[in-house]
Nanobody, 127 residues
Framework: QVQLVESGGGLVQTGGSLRLSCAVS?????????MAWFRQAPNKDRELVAA????????YHTPSVKGRFTISTDNAKNTMNLQMNSLKPEDTAVYYC???????????????????WGQGTQVTVSS
């Protein structure tokens, strides 16, 4: 059973940085995954933040975070990362890691396309 475990959330001031990581375990083979970060703020729907192919060569960042956040993968460590810079109060949310089997250059941007989800990690940006 594939498991995703997020880490790196916390409290930071406006303009600060955080780095989220998502560790993938329980894979029965070395097949690649498409992966993404989603977030859900209080009283709002869950939304895509960024998506990446397993190779790391293909990425998508939602416009509100483009230029501030960077998604990446580390295949050797079976992890995905989200470097978040210039954080704003509106970035406050629970951040979820998601994964689905795919090709090395597969990228997915819809929630419904993902099979596996992490438990979420809280990111709070104070003003």
């Amino acid at each position: 059973q594939v498991q995703l475990v997020e880490s790196g959330g916390g409290l930071v001031q406006t303009g600060g940085s955080l780095r989220l990581s998502c560790a993938v375990s329980g894979r029965s083979d070395f097949s690649p995954f498409a992966m993404a970060w989603f977030r859900q703020a209080p009283n709002k729907d869950r939304e895509l933040v960024a998506a990446v192919s397993w190779s790391g060569a293909d990425t998508y960042h939602t416009p509100s975070v483009k230029g501030r956040f960077t998604i990446s993968t580390d295949n050797a460590k079976n992890t995905m990362n989200l470097q978040m810079n210039s954080l704003k109060p509106e970035d406050t949310a629970v951040y979820y890691c998601a994964a689905v089997p795919g090709g090395r250059h597969t990228i997915r941007i819809l929630q419904s396309q993902y099979d596996y989800w992490g438990q979420g990690t809280q990111v709070t940006v104070s003003s």
